[in-house]
């Protein structure tokens, strides 16, 4: 049962503009939300997180916010740049197994010039 | 600094034929996991350890066996390989459990014929 969802397979999005990547859970004892990014060949990476206290983190161009009530979360990547197309995933800690991370199935995005 | 270690980084196996993946950090972390990845289905937790000695099953656990006799090293075992495991493996350490983010190796590309 996926309880971190991204529906969102894909996403292309022009150089300079807004990329917007969604994500939706269905357990609302999730406290602590974090971004993943993953370029080809290569591990994931760390991106950003939020905990359930706040509703908005920035960093830099990457900010990441939370709607609770509708238990919903995105990523807003600006500008966008080529070398940010990548796979980006969510995920959220998941008591049933010690609190490892649940994983989306992930957006990949691709940014053109 | 190495950080997460995976070897190897590529195997073709033989459906029924046995194989272990090694995973070694050197962080000092006390969690580490190994992951699967393919396509459409995003990360899936197999097994993950809190600490030198201990091991326990994740999401898809069938299959594979863990152990983690040394805190730096996380082994995943294939006793007898099935087509169902082709996959990229995954492994990742972490300091914590929940809000402690994530550090992955490169992964290892895994095909059974």
């Known amino acids: 049962d996926q309880q971190v969802k991204q529906n969102s397979p894909s996403l292309s999005v022009q150089e300079g503009r807004i990329s917007i990547l969604n994500c939706d859970y269905t357990n609302s004892m999730f406290d602590y939300f974090l971004w993943y990014k993953k370029y080809p060949a290569e591990g994931p990476t760390f991106l950003i997180s939020i905990s359930s206290i706040k509703d908005k983190n920035e960093d830099g161009r990457f900010t990441v916010f939370l709607n609770k009530s509708a238990k919903h979360l995105s990523l807003h990547i600006v500008p966008s740049q080529p070398g940010d197309s990548a796979v980006y995933f969510c995920?959220?800690?998941?008591?049933?197994?010690?609190?490892?991370?649940?994983f989306g199935k992930g957006t990949s995005l691709l940014v053109t010039p | 600094n190495a950080g997460v270690t995976q070897t190897p980084k590529f195997r073709v196996l033989k459906t029924g034929q046995s194989m272990t993946l090694l995973c070694a950090q050197d962080m000092n972390h006390e969690y580490m996991y190994w992951y699967r990845q393919d396509p459409g289905m995003g990360l899936r937790l197999i097994h993950y350890s809190v600490g030198e000695g201990t091991t326990a099953k994740g999401e898809v656990p069938d299959g594979y066996n863990v152990s983690r006799l040394k805190k730096q090293n996380f082994l995943l075992g294939l006793e007898s390989a099935a087509p169902s495991q082709t996959s990229v493996y995954f492994c990742?350490?972490?300091?914590?459990?929940?809000?402690?983010?994530?550090?992955f190796g490169s992964g290892t590309q895994l095909s059974v014929l």
């Open positions: 990742a350490s972490s300091y914590g459990t929940g809000v402690e983010k994530l550090f």
């Open positions: 995920a959220a800690p998941h008591s049933n197994s010690g609190y490892a991370l649940n």
